[in-house]
Nanobody
Framework: QVQLVESGGGLVQAGDSLRLSCAAS?????MGWFRQAPGQEREFVAA????????YYAVSVKGRFTASRDSAKNTVYLQMNSLKPEDTAVYYC????????????????????WGSGTQVTVSS
């Protein structure tokens, strides 16, 4: 069983930065970041391949957010810059087993394990 533990959320002002971390137990997987705002569906934010060489972003965060990983620590990160009030949500990391097309990385249903989430609140 894979355990994922997110950290790094908080309350910041618009324009500030935060870095989320997700520590994983077990093997190395393709990792994704998703977020869910109140009353909205969970949406894709970013993903990073097993090697770390491939990163994928939602249009809404591209150029502001950066996904990375430290394989030695089995930890992935989401650096979030120029935060906006619309980035307010609970952020979840997720792990995906196996090998598949990167097209699947954008789909929450393709992930096998999920963390419990960390709240990010951006005030205007």
């Amino acid at each position: 069983q894979v355990q994922l533990v997110e950290s790094g959320g908080g309350l910041v002002q618009a324009g500030d930065s935060l870095r989320l971390s997700c520590a994983a137990s077990g093997r190395t997987y393709t990792m994704g970041w998703f977020r869910q705002a109140p009353g909205q569906e969970r949406e894709f934010v970013a993903a990073i391949s097993v090697s770390g060489s491939g990163t994928y972003y939602a249009v809404s965060v591209k150029g502001r957010f950066t996904a990375s990983r430290d394989s030695a620590k089995n930890t992935v990160y989401l650096q979030m810059n120029s935060l906006k009030p619309e980035d307010t949500a609970v952020y979840y990391c997720a792990a995906k087993r196996g090998v598949s097309s990167s097209a699947t990385y954008y789909n929450a249903a393709a992930y096998d394990y999920w963390g419990s989430g960390t709240q990010v609140t951006v005030s205007s």
